[in-house]
């Protein structure tokens, strides 16, 4: 069974920091291209950063880059982003999800390139 379950959300304040974990299981995840995104309340989801099987390439958001840095550890089937300086505009639920097969690297933006999804973290930042 494929199954991706995040953790290490939480509460932070401004100009913090929190590390998400992201476990992946029932597939051979060092194959595929996996991503974060977000989704704040009456919000479109948002792809924030995504890396190739390798680590050889990520991509990431306007909004994020220079803020997060994507990475993964494919001997423990982990995902990770290191998010620092966080903003009010950061508080979301953040999810991980695996790409298709054949994955479109230009098209990493679109949630429609990506299944299955974990069920999501939130991350609340105050001011």
């Known amino acids: 069974q494929v199954q991706l379950v995040e953790s290490g959300g939480g509460s932070v304040q401004a100009g913090g920091s929190l590390r998400l974990s992201c476990a992946a299981s029932?597939?051979?995840?060092?194959?595929?291209?996996m991503a974060w995104f977000r989704q704040a309340p009456g919000k479109e989801r948002e792809g924030t950063a995504a890396?190739?099987?390798?680590?050889?390439?990520?991509f990431y958001s306007d909004s994020v880059k220079g803020r997060f840095t994507i990475s993964r550890d494919n001997t423990k089937n982990t995902l990770y982003p290191q998010m620092n300086s966080l903003q009010p505009d950061d508080t979301a639920m953040y999810s991980c999800?695996?790409?298709?097969?054949?994955?479109?690297?230009?098209?990493?933006?679109?949630?429609?390139?990506?299944?299955?999804w974990g069920q999501g973290t939130q991350v609340t930042v105050s001011s």
């Open positions: 890396i190739s099987p390798s680590s050889a390439y990520t």
């Open positions: 029932g597939f051979p995840y060092s194959n595929y291209y």
């Open positions: 999800a695996r790409a298709i097969q054949y994955f479109p690297a230009v098209s990493w933006r679109e949630p429609s390139n990506y299944t299955p």
